[in-house]
């Protein structure tokens, strides 16, 4: 659901490992450093009728998602599915080397730039041949996050979600508090709730990617979309007055995000807004997994994240889209295509939806009656939307997020003052990085 993990070249304690994702973990094998083999293949696809896949999806809700998927394929066509599921963390932090060795048939993946990278670097094979199947289920701005750069399909997208700001109905509807749609009302608003003895924003960032949504939304609310492309792409300076902007705006409201956040789980701080301590979250609309009883799930509701600059409005949508891979030499491509096939078909969907209710559809074509209302607004959200972004993680260059923006991260959220050698150490290590190919 989500990109993880935090790395560094400062390398705070948490985030040694993770200097091994992305990009990095090539150089780093080269340097001797040794990987964990987490992510070997499970090496069980010689078996034509049998088709090995890599799977991120290791919390509880998708975990079981996918193997009613995978049993349903299997019911299908007679071909077993052979999960090798590891820790999400982990999965991350070892995707290069683990496409480089000898990675399942097929793999849990992400769409766009994070796609492209591994396809570039034909560490995943096309899959032209399923979309010629699978076309016809999805609209063009899917297909278009499923191409490399060469024009070739390497992506089969399942589902997609947006990020927002969550709340609890009635905790609003106590309070009299009302949505905030623009920056000064939602400082209003933070405000009001420390009054009134509730943690404004629940925030944690242990696995060190929560934050860099956070810059995300401040950033193409303040700079706009084509500004946020640019500085991902490596293009604009971390220097720039545009950035200094954005973490102005942060600092004005990080006194209101939960204390610790560097030592607390995504999943704990969701708790706080569970139990109603809590007044907002920013995060996906999975945030909705850890709502598991029903009563507090329909009590769940979101808004966009406020206006900062008129001339943008609330135009940009951050919406990342997970799906599957082929891995660049499958031990049974026939039935790793027909798994794949399957997958980009509205009926896995279906499956999926009806497990994970905190998700849509990528699909045009699946059955959106059972949608609950927090599934219908997502879908309004990210269709309504004049733009849409990935992720900085997914947006970027994964070894300048993992190893540089993650900890640059942390260390903001540590200690906001030093905002301003944070970003000339981002902006020296960007321009290394960038010029490396």
């Not at 009883?293 to 600059?309: M, R, S, V």
């Not at 045009?364 to 009656?369: G, M, P, S, W």
Request: net charge neutral.
């Amino acid at each position: 659901m989500h990109d993880l993990s935090p790395s560094g070249l400062s390398l705070p304690a948490a985030s040694r490992r993770s200097v091994l994702r992305g990009i990095g973990g090539a150089a780093l094998i080269g340097a001797g450093i040794p990987l964990l083999s987490a992510c070997g293949g499970s090496g069980a696809a010689a078996d034509p009728k049998t088709v090995s896949l890599g799977s991120n999806s290791s919390d509880a809700v998708p975990k079981k998602a996918f193997a009613e998927i995978y049993a349903a394929f299997t019911k299908k066509s007679g071909i077993k599915v052979d999960v090798n599921t590891k820790d999400h963390n982990t999965f991350q932090e070892q995707i290069n080397s683990y496409l480089q060795g000898t990675p399942d048939d097929v793999f849990t993946w992400f769409a766009g730039y994070r796609m492209q990278f591994f396809a570039s670097k034909k560490l995943a094979s096309p899959i032209d041949d399923v979309w010629q199947k699978i076309g016809g289920n999805f609209p063009d701005a899917m297909k278009k996050l499923s191409k490399g750069e060469d024009g070739k399909y390497y992506f089969v997208p399942l589902y997609t979600y947006p990020w927002a700001v969550f709340y609890r109905k009635s905790v609003f509807a106590q309070h009299g508090y009302k949505v905030p749609t623009t920056w000064d009302d939602f400082v209003a608003l933070c405000k009001r709730m420390q009054k009134d003895g509730l943690v404004p924003i629940a925030f944690g960032d242990k696995d060190a990617w929560p934050a860099m949504g956070t810059f995300d939304q401040i950033n193409f609310r303040t700079n706009g979309y084509d500004f946020h492309v640019e500085l991902m792409a490596g293009k604009a300076s971390w220097t720039d007055p545009k950035v200094r902007k954005v973490f102005d705006h942060w600092t004005e409201i990080l006194p209101y995000h939960q204390d610790g956040a560097v030592g607390r789980t995504w999943q704990d701080a969701a708790q706080t807004l569970v139990a109603k301590k809590a007044g907002m979250y920013l995060l996906g609309t999975f945030v909705g997994q850890q709502f598991t009883n029903k009563a507090d799930l329909d009590d769940l509701d979101f808004f966009a994240f406020p206006e900062i600059d008129p001339q943008f409005g609330q135009d940009t949508v951050e919406a990342p889209t997970d799906g599957f891979m082929l891995s660049k030499a499958p031990k049974n491509r026939d039935g790793a295509t027909k798994l794949l096939e399957y997958l980009g078909a509205p009926e896995a969907e279906q499956i999926y939806l009806k497990a994970d209710s905190s998700v849509v559809a990528a699909s045009t074509k699946a059955d959106t009656a059972s949608y609950t209302a927090l599934q219908k607004k997502s879908f309004e959200m990210i269709s309504s939307a004049k733009s849409l972004t990935q992720f900085m993680d997914r947006d970027s260059r994964p070894d300048f997020t993992s190893t540089v923006m993650q900890p640059a991260l942390q260390n903001f959220v540590r200690n906001p003052k030093n905002v301003d050698s944070i970003l000339s150490s981002i902006e020296r290590q960007k321009k290394t990085i960038f010029a490396s190919s």
